[in-house]
Nanobody
Framework: VQLVESGGGLVQAGGSLRLSCAVF????????IGWFRQAPGQEREGLAC????????YYADSKKGRFTISSDNAKNTVYLQMNSLKPEDTAVYYC???????????????????WGQGTQVTVSS
């Protein structure tokens, strides 16, 4: 399985970005994709998870309302729409996969097997 993130970049505070995670190599529809981020010197933080099979979505409480996870199953791509961005959102953003639906512990990185290479998001004030 291979995951490839894209869509990061430099944006002003208050702006929006949509990150993409292209998924390659799955032979089943029963998997989940999570989005995480990691800022320098900080732990990797779970943002959202989507179950590919039934489309159920889960969010970290602090991200509800500003971040939206979605998927285009025909394109095998998962998106993370981020609005009202703040300088503290600056980080490297990763997507990751796990077999089955989103685990109840989805916000923990150890739940996921494979990771993308990450995409940098920088929010200027």
């Amino acid at each position: 399985v291979q995951l490839v993130e894209s869509g990061g970049g430099l944006v002003q505070a208050g702006g929006s970005l949509r990150l993409s995670c292209a998924v390659f190599g799955f032979t089943t529809d029963d998997y989940a994709i999570g989005w995480f981020r990691q800022a320098p010197g900080q732990e990797r933080e779970g943002l959202a998870c989507i179950s590919r099979g039934d489309g159920d979505t889960y969010y970290a409480d602090s991200k509800k309302g500003r971040f939206t996870i979605s998927s285009d199953n025909a394109k095998n791509t998962v998106y993370l729409q981020m609005n009202s961005l703040k300088p503290e959102d600056t980080a490297v953003y990763y997507c990751a996969e796990e077999l089955g639906p989103c685990d109840q512990d989805w916000h923990h990185p150890w739940v996921f097997r494979s990771w993308g290479q990450g995409t940098q998001v920088t929010v200027s004030s």
